[in-house]
């Protein structure tokens, strides 16, 4: 296996299929040595998970995280936050009012579509999302389920992405925040798949916001990306991470594979050095 760390991994206390009992397994049965539980704008998977993993006798290290999903200038901007206090007061208190503004936001959402004419009902929606953080992709899975698109990515474009017309614009969140948020809950801030930003000035102005670490190593990156986003990382003295995206099996898009991309122990070894040399 190329990768030994797969440090992008999202359960169904988010928007994944499989639950953190599950991801371990499944990353233990693939012979990944770590993985970060990064589900977005939740941390209720993570008790469960090293809860989980205090009962096996795996050898497997758990990094506890979080994907924010943030907003910049009417794009989508995702900050990772690395070894996150899940219990600090500030991070869960900013996250209830996210979770709940994802709910409002899908609700609007799949009144639009009903008066575009497409036979959706929230209840649909709340019964894909198995965890308490509903967004998007449970309403561009309903949109599957009822045979209105093939796919994720589909959904998105057609029905609920920006210009769609069951677009919600999001809760105001920005970048700086988020990167706030992470740091003061002891974690350390990355840029998620900056690849995927499609103007690049953004991806400077978030560096230099603070943030300490880019997602480097992402199924949805090319070799020239990759190579791109080294020299930038090297240029700030930044971090570099990587992670499958992984949401689970049955779907068409990348991120269906966990281990298909990440990082080596070394580099998941400087994660750890970072934060020691910080405290």
């Known amino acids: 296996m190329k990768y030994e760390y797969d ?3 999202h359960t169904t206390a988010s928007d994944g299929v499989l639950t ?3 991801v371990i397994d499944k990353a233990v049965e693939i012979g990944l040595k770590g993985i970060a539980i990064s589900d977005h704008d939740t941390v209720a998977g993570l008790e469960k998970a090293r809860q989980y993993l205090n ?3 795996y050898c497997l290290d758990f990094i506890p995280a979080v994907e924010l999903n943030t907003e910049a200038e009417k794009e989508e901007v995702h900050i990772l936050g690395y070894f996150i206090d899940p219990q600090n007061a500030a991070l869960n208190q900013r996250l209830q009012d996210i979770r709940i503004s994802r709910y409002h936001r899908s609700e ?3 009144s639009r579509l009903q008066e575009a004419g497409l036979k959706i009902n929230f209840t649909q929606v709340k019964e ?3 965890g308490e953080s509903i967004g ?3 309403v561009a899975r309903a949109l599957i389920n009822n045979n209105y698109v093939a ?3 589909e959904a998105f474009e057609k029905y609920i992405g920006w210009g769609a017309p069951g677009y919600v614009p999001r809760y105001k969140f920005l970048p700086a925040e988020a990167i706030e948020l992470i740091k003061n809950a002891g974690g350390i801030a990355v840029l998620a798949h900056p690849g995927l930003i499609k103007n690049k000035k953004k991806v400077l102005d978030i560096i230099n916001l603070g943030i300490e670490g880019l997602e480097v190593f992402y199924p949805e990156h090319s070799p020239e990306q990759i190579e791109e986003l080294l020299r930038l990382a090297r240029r700030y003295h930044l971090l570099l991470t990587g992670g499958s995206d992984y949401h689970g099996p049955g779907g ?3 991120r269906a594979n966990m281990g298909s991309a990440g990082v080596s122990k070394k580099l998941a070894d400087q994660l750890y050095t970072y934060l020691n040399f910080r405290e």
């Open 7 to 9: 440090l992008h991994i």
């Open 20 to 22: 953190p009992q599950e």
């Open 55 to 57: 009962t096996t006798s």
């Open 108 to 110: 609007q959402m799949v």
């Open 128 to 130: 894909l999302a198995q």
């Open 136 to 138: 998007r992709p449970h």
């Open 151 to 153: 796919s994720i990515d």
């Open 252 to 254: 068409a898009e990348s």
